[in-house]
Each structure stands twice: as structure tokens, then as C-alpha cells.
């Protein structure tokens, strides 16, 4: 196979181009005529790009971040372990290079992904399941088969693959399929596993409901890595990112009142908070037009009145800041029997 690299910027309409062998479109107007089934194929929401985050900008508890060096560690060291050491032998599926960032909403999971990228000196090809997911039956499977093809003529310019969103795809196989469009989803899981078989890239997926996850990928994903809502300490620390000392007033914050105020918030709830206070900061005037403590514990209460108000209960546990190390996965025993995560 002839790899070609994928040039900056490209939309993945131009992908899936280049991996039927076509030339990328230069006429805009043309995919407005497309049809419904053709611009199905061909979403063009999707682009490779440069990361945004690094390691850095991320703050996670001591847990994850141990988790994160070892699954920096299993990537560069891949070969070593595998091919020089000979684990390869003994563990030809080990060698899989997929990894699943699971937590509840708005805790990082994508900055993540992002920041991996950037540790490992890749581009992003960032999909978001939902998109690609097709009310056309049949076209889901060769959508997930065209971005793995794109993801291997990316070479030599490699990309991270990320899948937001993943639950869907991850979830139990159905085994009491009664519908056409049951057995589509059946069909684009099955697609989706052997793919991940084939890659030889980094494919990362994000999901929220961890529990769901059919026990196949769980065994086919290398790591499961916990990203939890941020404990105090945690969100002391998102806090003083969040407001930069460009922003007047912010040498009189009280971090620590606002860490213990906003329990329960993620990272994308404080970011929320924050975006919110300042906006109230910006229509003041003169010495007035300074954040204070009382701005942002403003803010913490609309933010959590909203969650409260139009935010659904999620299914998983309340206080994983707690319940990390215990966290296992469901099996999934009655859908297939196989057994549990490896990490
Ligand atoms: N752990 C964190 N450290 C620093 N900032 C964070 C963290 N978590 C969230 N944020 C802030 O919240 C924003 C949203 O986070 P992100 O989109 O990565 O969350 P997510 O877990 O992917 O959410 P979702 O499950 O809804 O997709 C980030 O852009 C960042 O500003
Ligand atoms: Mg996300």
C-alpha cells in the first residue's frame, strides 16, 4: 500500500477522498449538490490538526497522571517490550494501541487526548461518534472504515485517532437483534473491533458511561484510564488557571474558598463559573472592573442552578474521586462472556 501524508488542515471530506483514491475537492459548490446518502459519507466536520493542549494544562489527580506516564511509557517503548523482550509471543492482542478515557462530563477527557498527542508529536483526526454516526444503513461501517484508512495514509506525518463520544460504539453488542437497525449497530461494532485490530496507530476513545462498555473492546483497549471530577486540591488548581493574572483583581482571589465552595464541579463547570463572572466583570467601569471572590461564588451558584435545572443524572458513580482505585468493569458476561479490563 502506497501511504501518502495528509496535508495540513485537510477536512475529512478530502480524506475519505484520498482513501477511495480520488482527488479532494477544490469546488465547494459541487458538495452542496451532493445527496443525502453521498454527503452522508462524506461529513466535513472533521479536520487534522495540530493539538491545542499539553500535559501541562491538564490537572488531573496523582492516579491518573501515574496512569498516563505508564501508557506514555507501553507507546514508546512499544517495541522494546514487544518485539525485543518477545511479549509479543505470549500476547499477540496486547499489542493493541487504543486507549479509553472514561469520566463523567467536562473533567478532560478530550484536553486529554489532546495533550497525548502533543506528548507523542502527533497530529489530531478528532471524530466525534455522534457525527459519523448514519441514519443510512450500512454507511456508519464505512465511515469507521474510511477514517481508519485515512489514519493509515496519514504515514509518515502520523495522527492520534480520537473517537469523543464513544459510548455508543463501545456499548454491549445487542443479542437479541430483532431490527434492521440493530443490527446495523451490531455491524458497525464488529467493524469498529476489527479495525482496532488492524491499526497500528494511537486510537484514543472518550466515553461516560464506562460501565456500558461491551466486554470486547474492554479486552481490546490497552488502558482504561479514569478521568474523576477534580477533588479540592484539583480544583484549587483549575481555578487559578482559569483566571490569568491579566485579569485584574486576581491577586485577591481566595483560591482556596473557591475550591471548597465548587465541589462536585468539573473542570468544564469552573470554566463555565468563570466565563460567566467575568462577563458580569467586563460591563463595570474603572476601579470597579476587578474579580472578586464574591463574582466567582456567584457564578459557582448559577452554574450549579443550571446543571440542576437542565442537566440529567448521569449513571455513573457519584464520587469517583473516591471510588477510583475500586473502579472495575462490568464484564458484560451475558453478552459474550468474555472476561474483564486488563488495567
Ligand atoms: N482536568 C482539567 N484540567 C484543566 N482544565 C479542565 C480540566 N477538565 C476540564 N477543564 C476545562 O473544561 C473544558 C472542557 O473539558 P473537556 O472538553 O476536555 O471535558 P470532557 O471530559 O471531554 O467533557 P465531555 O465528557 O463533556 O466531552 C476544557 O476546555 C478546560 O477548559
Ligand atoms: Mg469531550
Known amino acids: 500500500m502506497e501511504f501518502r501524508p495528509i496535508p495540513k488542515g485537510k477536512g475529512i471530506r ?46 488531573l489527580p496523582e ?59 502527533l497530529r489530531v ?3 466525534s461518534y455522534a457525527e459519523i454516526e448514519s441514519k443510512y444503513v450500512g454507511d456508519t461501517p464505512k465511515k469507521i472504515r474510511a477514517v481508519f484508512r485515512a489514519v493509515h495514509q496519514a504515514t509518515p506525518s502520523p495522527v492520534l485517532l480520537f473517537f469523543d463520544e464513544a459510548d455508543a460504539i463501545l456499548g454491549r453488542r445487542m443479542t437479541n437483534v430483532t431490527q434492521a437497525a440493530d443490527h446495523s449497530v451490531n455491524v458497525s461494532r464488529a467493524v469498529m473491533l476489527k479495525e482496532l485490530d488492524l491499526a497500528k496507530g494511537i486510537v484514543v476513545f472518550a466515553t461516560n ?17 479514569p478521568v474523576p471530577l477534580p477533588d479540592e486540591p484539583g480544583r484549587f488548581r483549575i481555578w487559578e488557571r482559569m483566571i490569568t493574572s491579566r485579569v485584574p483583581g486576581r491577586e485577591a482571589v481566595d483560591w482556596a474558598a473557591l475550591a471548597a465552595r465548587s465541589e462536585g464541579l468539573s473542570g468544564g463547570d469552573i470554566r463555565n463559573a468563570v466565563v460567566l463572572a467575568l462577563a458580569r466583570v467586563a460591563e463595570r467601569f474603572g476601579l470597579e472592573q476587578v474579580v472578586r471572590t464574591s463574582d466567582l461564588e456567584q457564578a459557582i451558584k448559577h452554574v450549579r442552578q443550571a ?10 458513580p457519584r464520587a469517583w474521586h473516591t471510588t477510583i482505585d475500586r473502579y472495575t468493569f462490568d464484564s458484560g458476561a451475558e453478552s459474550n462472556g468474555e472476561s474483564d479490563a486488563s488495567s
Open 14 to 59: 478530502d480524506l475519505y477522498r484520498a482513501a477511495d483514491g480520488q482527488p479532494a475537492s477544490d469546488d465547494p459548490s459541487k458538495e452542496r449538490t451532493a445527496t443525502a446518502e453521498t454527503a452522508a459519507v462524506e461529513p466535513d466536520q472533521f479536520e487534522v490538526r495540530d493539538p491545542k493542549y499539553r500535559m501541562s494544562d491538564v490537572i
Open 125 to 127: 483526526l478528532d471524530v
Open 63 to 121: 492516579a491518573t497522571r501515574d496512569q498516563i506516564t505508564v501508557l506514555l511509557s507501553r507507546i514508546r517503548n512499544h517495541d522494546l517490550i514487544y518485539h525485543q523482550w518477545g511479549l509479543v509471543e505470549v500476547d499477540p492482542i496486547g499489542q493493541s494501541k487504543a486507549v479509553n478515557f472514561y469520566g463523567p462530563p467536562g473533567t478532560g477527557k478530550s484536553m486529554l487526548a489532546e495533550a497525548l498527542a502533543s506528548e507523542l508529536g
Open 209 to 225: 458511561l464506562a460501565r456500558n462498555i461491551d466486554a470486547a473492546f474492554v479486552r481490546r483497549i490497552m488502558q482504561h484510564v
Open 307 to 316: 446543571k440542576k435545572a437542565i442537566g440529567r443524572r448521569r449513571r455513573e
